[in-house]
């Protein structure tokens, strides 16, 4: 059903733009030819492709609101995590004893440094050679 009316959505889309580059930008479209009376003359064919054109409008926005309410509320879509990247794992500062004793300075200057020096993350992007 979703894609039948996807489909039709297109066809609706072509028409709609097919309307509108028929018509002269002055509002007279298809004035070439034709006879003074009737559908195709000037006047004619003026009412014709502006009624096509509003007609054709509403239809996609109409369209488009429904397709938009079918996508919402269709159920089983999965999402593809293919290509989904896991964060690279951090290493973290040794936190200080829980008896409350406090590390000597070289030992908090270790820590900080040990904490500092981590390894670039591999993106899998291969170097510019």
Same mark, same amino acid.
């Given at each position: 059903?979703?894609?039948?009316?996807?489909?039709?959505?297109?066809?609706?889309?072509?028409?709609?733009? +097919?309307?509108?580059?028929?018509?002269?930008?002055?509002?007279?479209?298809?004035?070439?030819?034709?006879?003074?009376?009737?559908?195709?003359?000037?006047?004619?064919?003026?009412?014709?492709?502006?009624?096509?054109?509003?007609?054709?409008?509403?239809?996609?926005?109409?369209?488009?609101?429904?397709?938009?309410?079918?996508?919402?509320?269709?159920?089983? +879509?999965?999402?593809? +995590?293919?290509?989904?990247?896991?964060? =690279?794992?951090?290493?973290?500062?040794?936190? =200080?004893?829980?008896?409350?004793?406090?590390?000597?300075?070289?030992?908090?200057?270790?820590?900080?440094?040990?904490?500092?020096?981590?390894? =670039?993350?591999?993106?899998?992007? =291969?170097?510019?050679?």
């Amino acid at each position: 059903m979703f894609t039948f009316l996807l489909v039709v959505q297109a066809i609706i889309a072509a028409a709609l733009v +097919t309307v509108i580059l028929m018509q002269r930008s002055e509002g007279g479209g298809l004035t070439t030819g034709g006879s003074p009376s009737g559908l195709m003359s000037a006047r004619g064919a003026a009412d014709f492709l502006t009624r096509a054109t509003s007609v054709l409008a509403a239809l996609f926005v109409l369209m488009s609101i429904t397709l938009a309410v079918l996508a919402a509320t269709r159920g089983g +879509t999965n999402v593809d +995590t293919s290509l989904e990247r896991t964060a =690279p794992v951090s290493q973290s500062a040794p936190q =200080p004893q829980a008896d409350g004793a406090a590390l000597s300075g070289a030992e908090a200057a270790a820590a900080a440094a040990a904490a500092n020096q981590t390894a =670039p993350a591999d993106n899998g992007v =291969p170097l510019a050679r």
